[in-house]
């Protein structure tokens, strides 16, 4: 017993509201005053009773996403299937959607399964998310799970905005214990026994929220500044490549200008080069 929405609405467009939703109540029969009731009683939550007259071609695209929701909540289904149904929103009014099916579904406890191409979707609405990559699943996980602790190089990169920093490199251990090495750089890493091999090709990662703009550090020069609000990205240029840096709120660095970072050990992901497995 599974109720799906889609990308595309597919709302009858010769029906108004309160058909397009009860129309797969009427298919199985229900009797009039029966469907009358769940109609009205689902259109009530999704805020559509003064619209229950109006045919699909008088609602906003907002108002049509929210009947083909009704149409599948008045089944009342033992799962959700939501493949996508926000693509065809603008930006402002996905965001509307999200929080209206988090509720929703928070409201019901019915299961649901949502399908979406948009990273910051699945991080905003789900309980658990399963990444998938080439037609395998990579992770599941919390949002926090797959964000903090990803167990792949494809989902590190997949999940987070500003996307992680990555950059080539090699484990070299001494008598301190195991290192991250590249060009100008070396990062200590914990000493665990046989987690990291001497000579091993790696990429390690660190989201641009734990790299710091320091007084003294690694010198790097600023290539692009961009502002967006609650954080600033600071791209910066080193001899190792290139880093975003992602600092609170409005920060004013000329392009050009020499500026220092530090990599928190705690914080690097370290990915093997071949498999792309987290070690």
């Given at each position: 017993?599974?109720?799906?929405?889609?990308?595309?609405?597919?709302?009858?467009?010769h029906m108004t509201v309160a058909q397009n939703i009860g129309f797969t109540l009427k298919m199985r029969k229900l009797g009039a005053d029966d469907i009358k009731a769940r109609v009205e009683r689902v259109a009530a939550s999704l805020e559509l009773g003064a619209?229950?007259?109006?045919?699909?071609?008088?609602?906003?695209?907002?108002?049509q996403q929210r009947v083909a929701i009704g149409r599948a909540l008045v089944r009342e289904p033992r799962v959700f299937l939501f493949d996508e149904p926000f693509s065809n929103l603008d930006a402002s009014l996905r965001v509307k959607m999200r929080?209206?099916?988090?509720?929703?579904?928070?409201?019901?406890?019915?299961?649901?399964?949502?399908?979406t191409h948009d990273q910051e979707e699945a991080m905003s609405i789900s309980d658990r998310i399963a990444i998938m990559h080439a037609g395998r699943i990579e992770q599941i996980g919390t949002p926090?799970?797959?964000?903090?602790?990803?167990?792949?190089r494809y989902v590190a990169s997949f999940i987070g905005n500003p996307q992680i920093d990555l950059v080539p490199a090699r484990i070299e251990t001494g008598p301190d214990g195991p290192a991250v090495v590249m060009a100008g750089l070396r990062v200590k890493l914990p000493d665990e026994p046989g987690r990291f091999a001497d000579g091993l090709q790696i990429d390690w990662g660190i989201r641009p929220e734990h790299v710091r703009l320091v007084d003294d550090g690694t010198p790097a020069k600023v290539r692009m500044?961009?502002?967006?609000?609650?954080?600033?990205?600071?791209?910066?240029?080193?001899?190792?490549?290139?880093?975003?840096a992602s600092t609170?709120?409005?920060?004013?660095?000329?392009?050009?200008?020499?500026?220092?970072?530090?990599?928190?050990?705690?914080?690097?992901?370290?990915?093997?080069?071949?498999?792309?497995?987290?070690?």
């Open positions: 017993d599974v109720a799906m929405v889609f990308q595309n609405f597919a709302l009858y467009p619209l229950l007259d109006r045919l699909p071609s008088q609602l906003s695209g907002g108002q929080g209206e099916v988090k509720e929703l579904h928070q409201r019901l406890g019915v299961t649901s399964i949502f399908v926090e799970e797959i964000y903090e602790h990803p167990m792949t500044v961009q502002p967006v609000g609650p954080a600033t990205h600071v791209t910066v240029d080193w001899e190792g490549g290139s880093l975003i609170p709120g409005f920060v004013r660095l000329p392009v050009g200008s020499a500026v220092h970072f530090e990599l928190p050990p705690e914080r690097l992901l370290v990915f093997d080069r071949e498999s792309g497995r987290r070690l």
